[in-house]
């Protein structure tokens, strides 16, 4: 192994595929692989085509790197770059306008169920504070107080001269209060639901 001399072999390729992918014959992988010489048609073929990358190498002949190019893939133009950017822009509008249309709706949704939820609240209470319409009312006897306070302004200085007057009011006032305590135990007779 170490005793006999070795001579190297140069092989030269002239790769003309943009891929950059050799093509080689079938005859040329079995030679390679058994080590055999090359045919005389092929060593003529070698000889006249020129040397790209020739050196020494050993047995077996490694394989070149491939190019670092990207040759089947076409180089984008910044009109390209712009078509695919304003594409993305477009299709994100569309779906920022699509999800802002589907919360306005979910909205919309939302402030109908609280407005109906509302209204019957303020049914409800209605319902349940009819008797406060009653408390809302004007107080009893009003042009008997007219008079009383008339009176008074008359008579700054001589406030017994509306004694009448005061004593009709009082009368109804009280006669009122009987009315609503006789309804209250009326009311109070009747069972409870």
């Given at each position: 192994?170490?005793?006999?001399?070795?001579?190297p072999?140069?092989?030269?390729?002239?790769?003309?595929?943009?891929?950059?992918?050799?093509?080689?014959?079938?005859?040329?992988?079995?030679?390679l692989?058994?080590?055999?010489?090359?045919?005389e048609?092929?060593?003529?073929?070698?000889?006249?085509?020129?040397?790209?990358?020739?050196?020494?190498s050993?047995?077996?002949?490694?394989?070149?790197?491939?190019?670092?190019?990207f040759?089947?893939?076409?180089?984008l133009?910044s009109?390209?770059?712009?078509?695919e950017?304003?594409?993305?822009?477009?299709?994100?509008d569309?779906?920022?306008?699509?999800?802002?249309?589907?919360?306005?709706?979910?909205?919309?949704?939302?402030?109908?169920?609280?407005?109906?939820?509302?209204?019957?609240?303020?049914?409800?209470?209605?319902k349940?504070?009819d008797s406060t319409?009653?408390?809302h009312q004007l107080?009893p006897c009003?042009?008997?107080?007219?008079?009383?306070v008339?009176?008074?302004?008359?008579?700054?200085?001589?406030?017994?001269?509306?004694s009448?007057?005061?004593r009709?009011?009082?009368?109804?006032?009280?006669?009122?209060r009987?009315?609503?305590?006789?309804?209250k135990?009326?009311?109070?007779?009747?069972?409870a639901k």
């Amino acid at each position: 192994m170490g005793a006999s001399s070795s001579n190297p072999r140069t092989v030269t390729i002239d790769n003309d595929s943009p891929v950059g992918v050799i093509d080689i014959s079938d005859d040329v992988v079995n030679r390679l692989k058994s080590g055999m010489p090359p045919k005389e048609g092929t060593r003529q073929q070698q000889s006249s085509a020129p040397s790209v990358g020739a050196g020494p190498s050993s047995y077996p002949n490694p394989l070149p790197p491939p190019p670092t190019g990207f040759y089947g893939e076409p180089s984008l133009t910044s009109m390209q770059i712009r078509r695919e950017k304003e594409q993305e822009l477009r299709a994100n509008d569309v779906y920022w306008t699509k999800r802002l249309q589907t919360l306005e709706a979910n909205l919309q949704k939302t402030n109908q169920i609280l407005e109906k939820e509302y209204n019957d609240a303020i049914a409800d209470v209605k319902k349940r504070f009819d008797s406060t319409a009653v408390a809302h009312q004007l107080p009893p006897c009003q042009d008997l107080k007219a008079k009383v306070v008339e009176c008074y302004k008359k008579n700054q200085h001589e406030t017994l001269n509306c004694s009448a007057d005061v004593r009709a009011f009082t009368d109804c006032v009280n006669l009122h209060r009987i009315q609503l305590l006789k309804e209250k135990a009326s009311g109070s007779d009747k069972p409870a639901k």
